[in-house]
């Protein structure tokens, strides 16, 4: 990047966190504010509290540190508020190069030691694909083609820790804030992104939502379609087959209501719906991730019901199509997706929509590893949800600067000059600091 374009995108960022000041409220915040996201563009290696205040304020490296602390750990300053302006700037821009088409739900893991950070348990992590000790937030990011933006971000609380009060408020967990469930968590945030009046998309899931029908109901009881990956084991009512209706009333009693099932009318797993499909089914279908070259599989789809538990029900479900990825050369079925786009979708927008989530896992590597998601490590409640808003406003503002430095680029969070550490400052714990 040549000196004129770095000093244009200095000026750029300095206009854009400008903007996220006049939200945020009492004017002393506004030093700490500017610094904290300049020190997240910053080549920085770790991006927590005290590497950001030597990066920002190398010759008063201790004062700063206090500072920014305060203003992330305690700041008593709105993550809505913040998020809300970022959304303002940065959606007009990823609307330049195509309308928002996808809403994509997921989670974030964040392995940690100890038991004291807020809402750290023994749970599944996927960022190490195990259960280990960690912190899970649950987000819902705005998506098309080009770029994504998380636009809700909260952290899951396990039940061990909801159930202990003192545990929640030793970090400052609000007290409206009880347990619920990470699905229960992403349809609120779907409730209120509806509510809010974001522009529609598409519903995108992995299979640890995807595969709750209650959520898929749920979503669709929003007015919104979905492309849920689900688990080989989901089982479905094929095309032209379905459960029985329920027994015909004796005259005694209630009228049964609920629907029936039989040794001849049973529904089948979509694996073995998959393995039964004529040669004539599958094609061979392009895709394309982002600038990357076009990607191929081979797919068939179906239309299906929906079948879990429907024997507890009164009407079945409505059909929705199964879509079923099985690449060429391998043994079975690799991949298997539930959606609700009109029945008269073309099939490469099928495939387009289900592939449409790498989106999320590639721009959340990027939070993580260029602007330090990942880097916190307070303890608090505020604190965790504080760093993620901030983590996102710099992410923001690399997605509006993508037509001339993409976050995927080597030296993408490079787009400021980095003031001189002093010689003498050692951080803390390190060898020469001891």
Not at 55 to 78: I, N
Not at 356 to 361: H, S
Not at 408 to 414: I, K, L, N, Q, W
């Amino acid at each position: 990047m040549n000196l004129a374009m770095a000093d244009y995108s200095e000026s750029r960022f300095r206009a854009y966190v400008a903007g996220l000041v006049s939200v945020i409220g009492h004017a002393d915040r506004a030093k700490p504010l500017r610094d904290y996201c300049t020190g997240l563009m910053l080549p920085c290696e770790r991006k927590s509290v005290e590497p950001l205040a030597a990066a920002t304020e190398p010759a008063r490296v201790a004062a700063q540190h206090q500072s920014l602390l305060h203003f992330v750990g305690e700041g008593r300053w709105s993550d809505e508020l913040v998020l809300a302006k970022v959304r303002e700037v940065v959606l007009p821009k990823i609307k330049q190069r195509g309308p928002i088409e996808a809403w994509i739900i997921d989670d974030t893991s964040f392995p940690k030691q100890g038991r004291h950070s807020v809402g750290v348990a023994r749970q599944y992590c996927g960022q190490l694909g195990k259960e280990e000790n960690c912190q899970v937030a649950v987000t819902l990011s705005l998506a098309n083609g080009h770029a994504s933006l998380p636009v809700a971000y909260r952290l899951y609380l396990p039940k061990e820790w909801t159930i202990d009060r003192g545990r929640l408020r030793k970090v400052g967990v609000p007290t409206e804030i009880g347990f619920k469930t990470k699905h229960q968590i992403a349809l609120d945030q779907l409730d209120w992104a509806c509510t809010t009046g974001l522009p529609r998309g598409v519903v995108l899931m992995d299979a640890g939502y995807g595969n709750n029908s209650n959520l898929r109901a749920d979503i669709a009881a929003l007015g919104l379609a979905y492309v849920a990956s689900i688990l080989s084991n989901t089982t479905v009512w094929p095309h032209g087959t379905g459960p029985l209706p329920a027994k015909r009333w004796s005259g005694r009693g209630r009228p049964p209501k609920r629907l029936q099932r039989d040794a001849e009318h049973w529904p089948i797993s979509v694996k073995d719906l998959a393995l039964g499909l004529p040669k004539r089914a599958w094609r061979t279908i392009e895709w394309r991730e982002g600038s990357a070259e076009f990607l191929s599989s081979r797919f068939a789809r179906v239309r299906v019901r929906a079948a879990r538990r429907d024997d507890q029900r009164s009407e079945c479900r409505p059909e929705e199509w199964l879509l079923i990825e099985w690449p060429e050369g391998e043994k079975g079925p690799a991949k298997y997706w539930l959606s609700t786009l009109a029945e008269g979708v073309a099939f490469r927008r099928l495939v387009y929509f289900a592939k449409l989530r790498w989106r999320i896992e590639r721009d959340y590597q990027e939070l993580k590893q260029e602007v330090g998601l990942s880097h916190f490590e307070g303890r608090g409640w505020r604190g965790f949800h504080h760093h993620a808003t901030l983590c996102i406003a710099a992410y923001g503002f690399l997605v509006s600067e993508r037509e001339t430095i993409p976050p995927s680029g080597p030296c993408s969070t490079a787009l400021l000059s980095t003031p001189a550490v002093s010689a003498s400052y050692r951080p803390r714990g390190s060898a020469l600091a001891a």
